[in-house]
């Protein structure tokens, strides 16, 4: 993974929650989540927040590829709108970032989270995110 995320340090989040990113290219994203007693609900299925937090880092990393060796390029979630279509209680689940296009400054992002086993989709959501300064050119900026 540390090649993948060419240095990024994983967040206090990501650590609670034992996401990890599997695929981080231009424009696209893919987060992978183990499910665990920890992430069911009261009727023991993956969490909406859960499926929410997966959409919304693969969206953002979908709009943050960086190339430039030691850059780093951020967004802040601006909205993020969500439809759940199924439910998973066990195995695993894969989030999709797709990034769509925009301004300079802020730009759109769609995303799904599927069941790992079979591809089932269980969400879908799109999103507007807000570049950090900085983050708005492609080589952007040292960490």
């Not at 909205?79 to 759940?84: A, E, M, V």
């Not at 730009?107 to 269980?122: F, H, I, P």
């Amino acid at each position: 993974m540390d090649d993948l995320m060419k240095g990024e340090p994983a967040s206090g989040f990501q650590n609670l929650l034992g996401y990890a990113p599997v695929r981080w290219e231009e424009g696209t994203a893919e987060v992978e989540l183990t499910i665990g007693p920890q992430h069911r609900n009261r009727s023991g299925v993956l969490h909406g927040g859960a499926l929410m937090t997966l959409l919304d880092t693969a969206m953002g990393l979908a709009a943050t590829h960086c190339t430039v060796p030691g850059h780093s390029r951020r967004v802040v979630t601006l909205s993020l709108t969500s439809s759940f279509l199924g439910a998973v209680a066990e195995g695993a689940v894969v989030a999709r970032g797709t990034l769509l296009g925009g301004g300079r400054k802020i730009v759109g992002c769609r995303g799904e989270v599927r069941r790992k086993e079979d591809g089932a989709l269980l969400a879908s959501a799109e999103g507007m995110f807000k570049y950090l300064a900085g983050s708005e050119n492609p080589e952007g900026t040292p960490r």
